[in-house]
């Protein structure tokens, strides 16, 4: 219970991939501070992380002695939600005062309806000196998005079919709160109004994370998608120890909206760090090509469990369920980078470590979605594999998880970085 709180806790300080990665670098206790635009000095033993754009992290730990490969656990920071436009407010009627925001990613559009919202990003601001960027939470419930009631929508429990630029859109108050919007967020971001020239604001979900169950075995809260297996990362690369290779934890941003950004796993983010690494530690270049390509990934997503109510919606063999493990999982269309070697090579780690696997894939007839893996691999052609847990309500507001399965996820990845896992031929490894 105590990791599970630890993770709600994470949650909790993440409402947007910024905090997200502001709350990442806490838990890299011990890590120093690298900028990608600053000379790198890196030292034998030694543990980093750089940040690109405040929403994406790349942490490693530098081995006592030689380098021989990278061992690499990604995942993402963003979630699916509502972005608020430049200009936000709304008139109704000269009565009310609406937010205008735009969905980021695939959302359950229902799930954000009548709770607690509030709005967080950052904002860019004019200084004596030039532009900085400064993170913003109104931290308390702020708005929300009324239902319209059944009387006047009597096709709501009939398939209704959302608006986004209609049904969706937040209420901020009454017509006599019309321009305070973006006081509000300088308030909270304890600056000048003025002195704001462009922010990143995002609508967050307020609901607490909570266990819950007959013996207490599930937990709920935003984002689980994707906080937990990012969080999981973290724990594990803090706590594994120094070996000959090093090992990595990528969170990247804009997962939820194809990746295809500076900060995102199509970028070179991943490519220039490890590139970076090698150059400071003066590695030539046909040693740099064997590193990389004696190199292994693990793109960490989540999952879905096989739903209580809808069986079908599943594989009739390949499901998953919360409390039965990590998740690994599997696409003919290559959605997901598993295949039966970086299978073998993870359950090999997983039995070491004596935590369970399962096996996950798509009905034959749903696409399903795609993930890091075979996105980081257009940029670092490693071998990887894609892995998860298994959750209910994904892309919802509110998701629910396993409380057994984080640990279970923790141990895996801790394993995975303790592991010499060393390419002994095409399709060949050896595992130390």
């Known amino acids: 219970m105590k990791e599970i709180r630890e993770l709600m806790d994470y949650i909790a300080h993440s409402p947007t991939a910024f905090h997200a990665i502001e709350a990442s670098k806490k838990e890299l206790a011990g890590f120093r501070e690298l900028k990608e635009h600053e000379h790198w000095e890196l030292v034998p033993g030694g543990k980093y992380y750089v940040t690109r754009n405040q929403s994406s992290i790349i942490a490693f730990t530098m081995p006592e002695g030689d380098l021989s490969h990278f061992q690499i656990v990604a995942s993402h920071s963003d979630s699916p939600m509502f972005k608020i436009k430049e200009h936000a407010e709304l008139e109704v009627q000269k009565k009310y005062v609406r937010i205008d925001v735009e969905g980021y990613g695939g959302m359950i559009m229902s799930s954000w309806f009548d709770r607690p919202l509030s709005v967080a990003g950052r904002v860019a ?87 819950w169950g007959a013996e207490n075995e599930y937990f709920s809260a935003p984002r689980i998608d994707n906080l937990e297996c990012a969080f999981s990362s973290l724990k594990a690369i803090q706590e594994a120890a120094s070996n000959d290779h090093v090992n990595v934890c990528a969170v990247f941003d804009n997962e939820e909206v194809g990746s295809t950004t500076k900060q995102g796993a199509a970028s070179t983010f991943l490519r220039d760090v490890l590139e970076r690494i090698l150059v400071v530690c003066r590695v030539d270049a046909e040693k740099r090509m064997q590193m990389i390509a004696g190199s292994f990934m693990v793109s960490a997503d989540n999952a879905h469990a096989t739903h209580p109510n809808h069986p079908e919606y599943a594989d ?106 060393q390419v002994d031929g095409d399709g060949t490894f050896l595992l130390q």
């Open 125 to 211: 601001v004019k200084t004596p000196d030039g532009i900085a960027a400064r993170l913003v939470n109104v931290d308390r419930d702020l708005i929300m998005i009324p239902n319209a009631a059944i009387h006047m929508n009597r096709e709501i429990n009939d398939g209704y079919k959302y608006q986004a630029n209609v049904d969706v859109l937040p209420l901020w108050g009454g017509i006599g709160t019309k321009g305070t919007f973006l006081k509000t967020i300088a308030d909270a971001a304890q600056v000048e109004e003025s002195s704001i020239l462009g922010t990143d604001l995002f609508v967050y979900d307020r609901m607490p994370g909570t266990i």
């Open 316 to 421: 009739p063999i390949n499901q998953v369920y919360m409390n039965e493990g990590i998740v690994l999982k599997f696409s003919a269309r290559q959605k997901y980078t598993t295949d039966a070697v970086s299978e073998a090579v993870f359950r090999a780690v997983c039995d070491k470590a004596g935590v369970p696997v399962q096996h996950f894939a798509n009905r034959s007839d749903k696409p399903g979605g795609s993930t890091l893996g075979n996105i980081s691999g257009t940029q670092v052609s490693i071998p990887t594999l894609d892995i998860g847990l298994a959750q209910l309500a994904m892309h919802s507001a509110y998701e629910t998880a396993g409380v057994k399965d984080l640990s279970w996820m923790i141990q895996g990845m801790k394993e995975f970085y303790n592991t010499r896992v």
